[in-house]
């Protein structure tokens, strides 16, 4: 009778399209067979072979690489995309901030004074320019 492995975490498994291979390291290598092959074929005009060989190697590798490499379930450029984040746009040093709940309340309790002294100074002005505003017909309108 027939054995069959069956793994435990069933999302390590991959639909395989063709030859055993993934639809991404089809897509991947066949770009490098695009890049690689061309390549190599133009500099064995120029160069002796064995370079043009590790030309192709060295241009091809990425692509490979991008195929194959996956750690904890993700794939190389995601991983690259978290080293680059860590090392180089992320602050070296992360200082240690909570959100105090009492100095929000505290924060909230000073922007409600300041619009309320706000609100005050605009009634004030409010009340005293037209308290104290007289038109202009009512001084004309006893001088004849």
């Known amino acids: ?4 492995t069956i793994p435990k975490d069933l999302t390590k498994v ?3 399209v063709l030859f055993g291979l993934t639809r991404r390291q089809l897509i991947c290598f066949g770009a490098a067979a695009l890049i690689g092959v061309p390549l190599f074929f133009l500099l064995r005009k120029t160069v002796n072979s064995s370079t043009a060989a590790v030309c192709m190697i060295v241009v091809m590798l990425p692509l490979f ?3 194959m490499y996956e750690r904890n ?3 190389l450029e995601v991983i690259t995309g978290q080293i680059i984040q860590t090392v180089f746009i992320r602050p070296k040093e992360r200082p240690y901030q909570t959100n105090n709940f009492y ?3 505290e924060r909230q309790a000073q922007a409600e004074k300041e619009v309320k002294a706000i609100v005050q100074k605009a009634k004030a002005r409010a009340a005293g320019t037209a308290g104290g505003k007289t038109h202009g017909k009512a ?3 006893g001088k004849a």
């Open 14 to 16: 991959k639909s395989k």
């Open 73 to 75: 379930g993700q794939p």
């Open 65 to 67: 690489l991008l195929a």
């Open 139 to 141: 001084d004309h309108c």
């Open 1 to 4: 009778m027939a054995y069959v």
């Open 103 to 105: 100095a929000a309340l």
